[in-house]
């Protein structure tokens, strides 16, 4: 039997897939904050279509600079992708406070984060204002992994063992691949 719900939309159309997304503010200082609205919105060019209520101190650092990184974490570092879910750069250095690694990206100013699995750096496409959030769009001007992250073209997810976030505190470990073929 169906019943009337009254359960967010986004807890029912859930899990999403989480990404660590580093920023710089105008003196160059990196942050690094925790997004599940993200979904990829182009394949040529290849584009990238973010979330972010506007307060966000993520999002001033996007419109200031120009420029993201989406970074994607895996299961071993749960705890540093709930705190950086919990607090802004505003008020705390994340990278500082959560060990997180900085490594210089390819062709953005924001750095990747060396335990991540995978990393697309992004360009400031465009904006839209979507009831209380903004759609940040990004052009994906580079791309990077683990060795061992991608198998026939494919996220290898017996190894990185990505996130998905089904609302609060609550995540799912994505473990096993089913190939339909
Ligand atoms: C698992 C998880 C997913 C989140 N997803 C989003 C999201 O998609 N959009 C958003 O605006 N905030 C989201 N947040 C909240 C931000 O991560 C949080 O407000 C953070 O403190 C922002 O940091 P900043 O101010 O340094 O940008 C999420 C938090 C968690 C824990």
């Known amino acids: 039997m169906k019943i009337d719900t009254d359960a967010k939309a986004n807890r029912l159309y859930s899990p999403q897939l989480v990404g660590l997304i580093t920023t710089i503010d105008p003196s160059g200082k990196p942050n690094v904050a925790t997004f599940a609205w993200i979904t ?46 919990k607090h802004s750069g505003r008020d705390v250095d994340k990278f500082k406070e959560t060990g997180l690694t900085p490594l210089d990206s390819i062709k953005v100013k924001p750095p990747r984060i060396k335990e991540c699995a995978a990393h697309l750096e992004c360009r400031l496409a465009n904006t839209f204002e979507v009831g209380d959030h903004i759609i940040v769009i990004g052009e994906v001007v580079a791309k990077s992994c683990d060795e061992s992250a991608i198998v026939d073209e494919t996220l290898n997810i017996t190894k990185v063992k990505p996130l998905l976030h089904a609302g609060g505190s609550k995540f799912v470990v994505a473990k096993e691949i089913m190939d339909v073929k």
Request: glycine share 4%; net charge negative.
């Open 40 to 85: 990829s919105v182009s394949s040529n060019p290849e584009m990238i279509a973010v979330c972010l209520a506007p307060k966000r101190y993520t999002y001033e650092c996007i419109a200031q600079s120009g420029e993201f990184v989406v970074n994607l974490p895996t299961v071993d570092i749960i705890d540093s992708v709930w705190f950086c879910g």
